[in-house]
């Protein structure tokens, strides 16, 4: 993908300017329009404030403390405390790509003007994000209501000169790695640290990232399956366009299509086409219909994500009302119950793509199956054993996939002394996806390699598109000329099938055009 020279931030962003941002650099600039309207609903919140109103989180605890008063004098410390106890967060750190969408995403939805903070809130998280200074953020700890808040407190932290951060390769303290960035630590107003942590930014960073992987995933599984089909002898018929307007979903008609496209000119289909063979098995004819619903589950969770993006996720909101005014309201768009079912139904549709996959890929190297091919796609079967272990990696992978595929959204568990009784485990959801992502990278790998293996074996050639997919495909899994360790191959050729290298090779488009 091409990275933006700039992303905007105070109206509306896109996956790919998450993606941009997070992985490739594109820089990032607050919208001048957006810092005058920050500057408008900060002056009322401290005017509602200097006029005795009482506001959650503001001049009151959190959660089921929101009945405590607090002194004006405390206001700044009640908000350094927040973000103190609430820097709960265990487990792993989040990769640096997540910690960058966490930046970008913080400072978003932020200048989208309702929390209330000054603009020198977001813009310190966008020069954090400019120069580098990257918290350490552990993956665990939020139920995604009322918000992400124990990782966006780690996040928080450092931007007031406390927790840690990473630099040049370790970790030190957020106060030494602002002071090597030449930044001094934010100074809180009423308010502004319970803005930094209220809202569903880790949900939607880790699951947009997720999906914009998962985008080339789909696009792959398309022409992967093309792939194999042609080394498995099978049939084009089952893509032909009559059946699908049939049953005219979008995503089915646009899988059928492309592995049409990649198929039709085929010398290797042409080759067989009087065999007598009526029709392939599920794993080979169904593929538009199961990689055609993999595409429309993306379409749909793209959207309600790319929304999550560009809402007021914070609590209490400033916002105007048609007098000309404005009202300050509690809320919980914090929930991320908006985004964790979709995230959920991603997870499952991916796990199909994993398991129809692998199906393929035993049907290659099984000989009853394989229609002339080799005993596991081997040079001398017994002696040696071929691709037989790799396929058993795919197995394993697809089944942890099908673990992986138990909705986290249908759980929940009270927290904050019953305060907070219904959560939507929203970051839990983004994290099965993330892993089911990974998985299936290397799932399709596997049936890459041995689809490859299998047109190498075969008296014709396949058609020029997948000829420079199969060219793509060697560039990372050299010929199988006698058996060899292929872990390090199917690791290498899963990050080009995420870099989008096997679908720029068949001239696809990716699902992520349209999101």
Known sequence: MTSPVSVVIGHTIALRDVDAVARRGAAVSLAAEARDELRQTRDHLEQALAGGAIIYGVNTGFGALSDAKIAPDELGILQQNLLRSHAAGVGPAFAADVVRALLLLRAHTLALGASGVSPAVPEFLLQMLARDVLPVVPCQGSVGASGDLAPLAHLALVAIGEGLAWSEGQIISG??????????????????????????????????????????????????????????????????????????????????????????????????????????????????????????????????????????????????????????????????????????????????????????????????????????????????????????????????????????????????AGKEDHVSMGPIAARKLRSVVDNLARVLAIEAIAAARGLDLREHPTSAPLRRVHAAIRAHAGPWTGDRSPSAETEALAAAIVRGELRQAAGVASPLDRA
């Not at 809202?199 to 792959?220: K, M, P, S």
């Not at 893509?239 to 299509?257: L, N």
């Not at 793509?353 to 009853?368: G, K, Q």
């Not at 037989?388 to 992978?397: E, F, I, P, R």
């Open 175 to 416: 106060a030494e790695a602002l002071a090597r960035a030449g930044l001094t630590p934010l100074r809180l107003g009423p308010k502004e640290g319970l803005s930094l942590i209220n809202g569903t930014q880790v949900t939607t960073a880790v699951g947009a990232l997720a999906l914009c992987d998962a985008a080339e995933l789909i696009a792959a599984a398309d022409i992967i399956g093309s792939l194999s089909l042609d080394a498995l002898l099978g049939t084009v018929t089952a893509t032909d366009p009559r059946i699908h307007a049939g049953k005219p979903h979008v995503g089915q008609r646009e899988s059928a299509a492309v592995a049409r496209a990649l198929l039709i000119d085929s010398p290797l289909r042409a080759s067989h086409s009087d065999c007598g063979e009526v029709q392939d098995a599920y794993a080979l004819r169904c593929m538009p219909q199961v990689h055609g619903a993999a595409r429309d589950a993306f379409a749909y969770v793209a959207g309600a994500v790319r929304i999550e993006l560009n809402s007021f996720t914070d609590n209490p909101l400033v916002l105007a009302h048609e007098g000309g005014g404005f009202d300050v309201l509690s809320g919980g768009n914090f929930h991320a119950g908006t985004v964790a079912l979709p995230l959920d139904h991603m997870t499952a549709a991916l796990t199909t793509l994993a398991t129809i996959s692998e199906r393929r890929t035993d049907r290659m190297l099984n000989p009853v199956t394989s229609r002339g091919l080799p005993a596991f796609l081997a040079e001398r079967p017994g002696v040696e054993s071929g691709l037989m272990m790799a396929h058993v990696t795919a197995s394993a992978l697809a089944s942890e996939c099908k673990s992986l595929s138990f909705p986290a959204s249908v759980d929940t568990i009270p927290t904050s």
